[in-house]
C-alpha cells in the first residue's frame, strides 16, 4: 500500500516497505520534462537513511532547476558569453528520471530481486519468455510494445504449436516481469499483455489417472526392486503428492515416530511449493509408508534430503525425476498415464470412499471452492488418516 509522506521524510513516498523519491517539477520548467514529477526509487527501508537522500536529491534538483532557469534568462551581457556557457547545465547533478527500460535489462532487474533462490528453471523459463516476445516483436524499451505487439505475440506463440496452458504461462511471464519493474521503478506505464484471449484448452491432453490395478502392479514393482527411484514413486502413489513435493522433501519431514505416521509438505531450501495452499501434512500409509520406513532406515544424513540423487546441487530437480520416471513408469499404465497420473487417482480413490471434498482438498493442498472453505484449522491428523487407510489397496 503507497502511503505518501509529508513530514518525517518529505518528497518521498513508501511503496511495499520500500521509500520513492518523489518531486514536482516546477510549472515554469515542466516543458522541459516528459512527466511533470521526478520518481525515483532511493533503494532503501530505513528511515534515516532514506531522509539523507531524500534531501541530497532534493537540494540537485534546486540546484540544476537554477541553473535552467539562468540559461533561460534575460542577464545583461549574456550576448557576450560563449554559446557553451550561457546554456550550462551541469551534467550530473539532477537525478535520472526513468520513464522506461529495455526488456532485457527488465528481464535482469526481475531475477535479481524474484528470482533470489529460485531454481535455474525459474530464470531459464522467464529468460526464454523474453526470447520469445523478442522474435516476434523484437527488442524494444517496456514503454514501446504495444496492444497490437501482444497480439502479435499471441499469433507467433500459436504458429509455434504450443498447447494453450504454455501460451498462459508465458503470457503470465511476461506480465509479471512487467508489472514488477513497473512498481519497483514507479513507472506509470500501462501493460498491454494483460488480458490478452487465447484458447486455454487448445493442444491439451486431459490427464488420465493410473488405473486400480495398474497401481497394485507398479507398487509390487517398486517393493521388489526397492531402492531411492522406486521408493520415490511408492511414496507418491499412496499421498498424492505432486512429484516435486515428494523428491524436495527432507529426511526430517517424515514422522515415522508419531501416532499417526505423517509427511510434513512446507517450502525448504530445496525446492519452494506451487501454492502457500500447498503447505500441508499428509498421512503415511500403505506403499507410501513403506517407501518412508525404507529412507529412514537407509538414509546417510537424517538433515538432508529424503532423495539425494534428485537434489545434488542444492535444488530439487523434479524435471529430471519426472523423466525417468515417467519412462520407467510407461510399460507398467495406461496410455496418457505419467506420475502426475497417481494424484489424478488419489482423487478418485478418496472420492470412492465417500471422502469430503474439503479433506480431499486439505490432503490434496488443491485451492478451495469457496471462501468459507478456507477459514479454520481443517480436519485432524486422525481424521485424515482414516479416509486414507480406507484407500489402502490390498
Not at 498447447?163 to 521503478?185: L, P
Not at 490395478?213 to 507418491?236: G, Y
Amino acid at each position: 500500500m503507497t502511503r505518501m509522506q509529508t513530514k518525517s521524510v518529505p518528497y518521498t513516498f513508501n511503496r511495499e516497505g520500500y521509500y520513492y523519491f518523489s518531486r514536482r517539477v516546477p510549472n515554469d520548467l515542466v516543458e522541459h520534462y516528459s512527466y511533470p514529477r521526478v520518481v525515483q526509487s532511493l533503494h532503501t527501508k530505513q528511515y534515516s537513511i532514506a531522509r539523507t537522500r531524500a534531501v541530497m536529491l532534493a537540494a540537485k534538483l534546486d540546484e540544476h532547476w537554477s541553473h535552467m532557469r539562468l540559461a533561460h534568462a534575460d542577464l545583461p551581457g549574456k550576448h557576450l558569453l560563449k554559446q557553451k556557457s550561457a546554456s550550462f547545465v551541469p551534467s550530473g547533478t539532477a537525478p535520472q528520471v526513468m520513464q522506461s527500460m529495455c526488456l532485457t535489462e527488465a528481464v535482469e532487474t526481475y531475477l535479481s530481486l524474484k528470482g533470489a533462490g529460485k531454481p535455474k528453471t525459474f530464470h531459464a523459463a522467464a529468460h526464454r519468455t523474453c526470447g520469445y516476445l523478442v522474435d516476434a516483436c523484437g527488442l524494444k524499451h517496456l514503454h514501446e510494445y504495444t496492444r497490437s505487439d501482444a497480439l502479435a505475440f499471441r499469433d507467433s506463440l500459436i504458429a509455434r504449436g504450443l498447447a494453450g496452458s504454455s501460451i498462459t504461462r508465458i503470457f503470465n511471464s511476461v506480465v509479471a516481469v512487467f508489472n514488477f519493474v513497473n512498481s519497483e521503478h514507479a513507472l506509470d506505464l500501462k501493460n498491454p499483455f494483460t488480458r490478452v484471449y487465447h484458447d486455454r484448452s487448445a493442444g491439451v491432453s486431459e490427464r488420465q489417472p493410473v488405473a486400480v490395478n495398474d497401481i497394485r502392479v507398479v507398487q509390487a514393482k517398486c517393493k521388489e526392486l526397492d531402492d531411492e527411484a522406486r521408493w520415490l514413486v511408492a511414496l507418491v502413489s499412496d499421498s498424492g503428492l505432486r512429484l516435486a513435493e515428494a523428491a524436495g522433501a527432507m529426511v526430517s519431514d517424515l514422522k515415522l515416530d508419531h501416532p499417526v505416521p505423517h509427511i510434513i509438505i512446507e517450502p525448504n531450501s530445496y525446492r519452494g511449493l506451487k501454492t502457500s495452499g500447498s503447505k500441508r501434512i499428509v498421512p503415511l500409509v500403505g506403499a507410501s509408508l513403506w517407501a518412508a520406513q525404507r529412507i529412514v532406515e537407509t538414509c546417510r544424513d537424517a538433515k538432508g534430503p529424503a532423495f539425494p540423487r534428485y537434489n545434488k546441487t542444492g535444488k530439487t530437480n523434479a524435471n529430471s525425476a519426472s523423466s525417468a520416471l515417467n519412462k520407467w513408469l510407461k510399460p507398467y499404465v495406461g496410455e496418457g498415464c505419467s506420475m502426475h497420473s497417481f494424484r489424478h487417482s488419489m482423487r478418485d480413490r478418496l472420492r470412492a470412499v465417500s471422502c469430503p471434498t474439503e479433506m480431499v482438498d486439505q490432503l490434496g493442498g488443491w485451492s478451495h471452492d469457496s471462501v468459507g472453505q478456507g477459514y479454520g484449522r481443517g480436519y485432524e491428523l486422525e481424521q485424515l488418516q482414516q479416509y486414507m487407510k480406507a484407500v489402502v489397496l490390498t
